[in-house]
């Protein structure tokens, strides 16, 4: 699986959009961008993955580069319970393998 | 709350000792994963089943083991205990059918403390 670089912290203002990259130079064609959260001492939490295209959920948004050496979770309206530790996994969808998390990007929402 | 179950919360134990972690998957997901979770690592993989069998191996210590039941729950059985396995272990299931996603879900985890 292909490794990725996040920055170790962010801090965004409630309200605001949050925008997390993520770089993933190394990732083959059939590999997926997956993002987790976790947030203090529990178990990380799906939010979204794509493959070239751009997804949105209920939760969040996520922008993938035309290349896919890079993508970008998008949390439109950051709340306080957003604070957390965001992880971007790089992995094809269809194996039944481990995800390998990071170290992750710590998002602090100030209020 | 992501349907996976986690028993118990917390475990306080004593060095040399043995205990057992158990888990429930989602209603209808094959395989299991369990993580390791130290506060100066990041989330470590440690192994995974599917179905009753052995899949993956991740950084499992010999004195660490796993099975999966007929019944697709799981238990993680960590012996000789010593304070470095003070930890929080995560369990994950996937419904693992080809063409899915195969996104984990993860439980509430397992704090153990080894004293």
């Known amino acids: 699986d292909a490794k990725t670089t996040q920055p170790t912290s962010m801090d965004c203002a409630e309200g605001r959009a949050a925008n997390l990259p993520c770089n993933h130079s190394?990732?083959?064609?059939?590999?997926?961008v997956y993002w987790y959260r976790q947030i203090h001492s529990q178990g990380p939490q799906y939010i979204i993955h794509?493959?070239?295209n751009n997804e949105t959920n209920e939760m969040a948004s996520l922008i993938i580069t035309e290349d896919r050496k890079s993508s970008t979770l998008i949390l439109p309206h950051a709340t306080l319970r957003d604070t957390a530790v965001y992880y971007c996994?790089?992995?094809?969808?269809?194996?039944?393998?481990?995800?390998?998390f990071g170290t992750g990007t710590s998002l602090t929402v100030i209020p | 709350d992501s349907g996976v179950t986690q028993t118990p919360k917390h475990l306080i134990t004593a060095t040399g000792q043995r205990v057992t972690l158990r888990c429930s998957p989602r209603?209808?997901?094959?395989?299991v994963y369990w993580y390791q979770q130290s506060l100066d690592q990041g989330l470590q993989f440690l192994i995974q089943?599917?179905?009753?069998?052995?899949?993956a191996k991740g950084n499992i210590l010999e004195r660490f083991s796993a099975q999966q039941f007929p019944d697709l729950h799981s238990e993680l059985n960590l012996s000789s205990l010593e304070l470095g396995d003070s930890a929080l272990y995560f369990c994950?299931?996937?419904?693992?059918?080809?063409?899915?996603?195969?996104?984990?879900?993860f439980g509430p985890g397992t704090r153990l403390t080894v004293l």
């Open positions: 994950a299931s996937s419904v693992d059918r080809r063409g899915s996603y195969n996104e984990q879900f």
């Open positions: 996994i790089v992995r094809v969808a269809v194996s039944s393998n481990q995800f390998y």
């Open positions: 089943y599917y179905n009753g069998e052995e899949r």
């Open positions: 209603s209808g997901d094959l395989s």
């Open positions: 190394t990732i083959s064609g059939n590999e997926y």
């Open positions: 794509g493959l070239k």
